[in-house]
């Protein structure tokens, strides 16, 4: 018997459930019995530590305001579940708050849903664990309820995460991919490609010269500042990860019949995932983010909401791409930097599976 | 090239998929392009159908009133995914439907995220999904908004369905499974152990005379019939999935620091059920249920209720199993059929992996 690992984690103190270096996950862990019970109070309700999960109850109650509220879900499935810039954990919370926040919402509260397979190190699903909760704290919500699942191995890929979040809208007028109108100005938040580059440089063991590292964040802060400076200027969020930027303009350009024109040039590219994305014959168009969003915005507001996103630590390289246009409805097209034009479409499949 | 399967399916027309008995989930139905839109667009959309999906942001929004809000999320990993009585997609609506009813909670809405492995005959998808629309039609409930991911062959198993689901509670007493007073009377809704033997004798290759069936069902129609009964002398309501019968009277008293006594022969048992129990050696007190609660109700309103019950298709068979005693907490102990008495524990792990 080696003794267990009792390292104070920085701020979380003692975790009371004892992990040595060889203790795993076990079918045991999902079955209903003293094991899981064991697993879900001393890591799990230690870790995420709020009243309402320490009912232990099957599901939470939450006290809500009249009025709309924002629901979404994501399962994330990433390979590897460690990468540069953050863990399948922090990406779960951190992608379901930036969901939700893309209606304009106030993300409150999260469920959280674990497939684990069996022979997962305990020290990695703590760590993840602890990562999630610290990305809640970020962004502002509480995990208020969860489950946990165990399937023998070979038969899941260490563990998936669901996040299920719910927030509340408190403007009174649609944000979405349907509402952008002919003459609105497209903006992104900052550099693109980054997460998409990050986990495939890892997945291959590419090493380059500056590490790529995820862009994983919370972009709840940044809407928010948004919403004060723009109102209902604002008339379309959404975050492109998978498919990247490419799927969401055409999203937002089939949701609301227009066409959306946009310059190679004024795209934002880190230079080594423009180098990355070039060796490895990408177009960073399609390639996932997890801490950027793109927006559609009035025109005569564009200017005060783009001054409120650089003024956010998210939005810092926050650059007008592009604009509606009266054209051809659900056309995405690109003036490349040589001055010709592309049609930007989306791809069948993608270039890069599991990405999130 | 074989022609696709164009056979209507009775009250949801046409499915517009074309689906031939060869095809099957493959990595790019869940990586953002054109095939994962026309998956969403062509079998989710379509067997879902409903406003809110079909606006196809990546989150819904509801519109609640003042009150309180449960939210209860479960992921599903069943193996097989068919089976008798029902099938994984039927069994992850019933089963969320039911957690958020155990609050006493009208369940409204639910998310919906599949983790399917590449290679899940397509065919097998649609007819998950259309268990899923008859099961939410038969709840009462909308499923809003949902996620779709795909993990290579081998890296999951078949498909795993997380929902999560949303209720108002619409009375001003909480029910929980810290509320148990002593005096109250235990009721079971029905016949328990059905599910558990049933997968297990699918999953094993069993053949018994009578065939097991599963006993999803949903169960909030069940616990309004109840409230209105009863009102606040429901004090606990809770299904007892993983860990059994068992399990829910032991997170009863431990959470109420009460005693509960419970009489084996009152236990109501179908007789195959039994005979593969015992000819398998589980306790049927450990396997799991999915259409069946545990009522802890103040003895003075204990007759309403199983009247009530009684009356409602999935409380036929009722019936008041124990009562809840001073004594030592956190113990549950039954008297056995032939008199003595003995510790209803829980176990360590559990029978049965992958039951739910």
Redesign the interface.
């Known amino acids: 018997m080696r003794s267990p690992d009792t390292i104070h984690i920085d701020g979380f103190g003692l975790c009371p459930l004892p992990i040595t270096e060889h203790d795993t996950v076990?079918?045991?862990h999902?079955?209903?019995?003293?094991?899981?019970?064991r697993l879900i109070q001393d890591l799990f309700v230690w870790a995420f530590d709020n009243p309402e999960l320490k009912?232990?109850?099957?599901?939470?109650?939450?006290?809500?305001?009249?009025?709309?509220?924002?629901?979404?879900?994501?399962?994330?499935?990433v390979?590897p579940i460690f990468f540069p810039g953050g863990n399948i954990g922090e990406l779960a919370v951190n992608g379901t708050v930036n969901?939700?926040a893309?209606?304009g919402?106030r993300p409150l509260?999260l469920?959280?849903?674990?497939?684990l397979e069996e022979g997962l190190p305990l020290s990695d699903l703590r760590e993840i664990v602890i990562s999630m909760r610290r990305a809640a704290d970020r962004a502002g919500v509480t995990i208020?309820?969860?489950?946990t699942?165990?399937?023998?191995k070979?038969?899941?890929?260490k563990v998936?995460i669901?996040t299920?979040?719910?927030g509340v809208?408190e403007h009174n007028f649609?944000i979405?991919?349907?509402c952008l109108k002919s003459g609105d100005v497209i903006i992104v938040s900052g550099s693109i490609a980054d997460h998409g580059m990050a986990i495939l440089s890892k997945r291959e063991g590419l090493q380059f010269e500056t590490p790529i590292a995820s862009d994983t964040a919370p972009l709840n802060g940044l809407v928010e500042s948004m919403l004060e400076a723009g109102g209902e200027a604002i008339h379309a969020l959404?975050?492109p990860?998978?498919?990247?930027v490419a799927?969401t303009l055409n999203?937002f350009a089939i949701?609301s019949e227009v066409q959306i024109d946009i310059r190679e040039e004024t795209l934002p590219i880190k230079p080594p995932v423009s180098g990355a994305c070039e060796f490895l014959g990408l177009d960073p168009l399609y390639v996932?983010n997890e801490g950027k969003l793109i927006a559609s915005v009035s025109p005569h507001a564009a200017q005060d909401v783009l001054a409120a996103m650089n003024g956010h630590e998210f939005g810092r390289d926050a650059t007008i791409i592009g604009s509606v246009v009266d054209g051809r409805a659900g056309l995405v097209i690109m003036q490349t930097r040589i001055g010709g034009w592309r049609i930007v479409d989306?791809?069948?499949?993608?270039?890069?599976?599991?990405?999130c």
Chains 1, 2 share one sequence.
């Open positions: 076990q079918l045991s999902g079955s209903g019995g003293k094991m899981m019970s009912r232990l109850d099957d599901c939470a109650t939450l006290v809500m305001k009249e009025g709309s509220v924002s629901m979404s879900t994501d399962s994330f499935v390979d969901d939700v893309m209606s919402a509260y469920s959280v849903g674990m497939i208020v309820t969860g489950d699942k165990v399937v023998n070979g038969k899941g890929d998936f669901n299920t979040g719910l809208i649609t979405g991919s349907g959404r975050d990860t998978r498919g990247g799927a999203e949701a996932a989306t791809l069948v499949g993608e270039q890069l599976p599991r990405i």
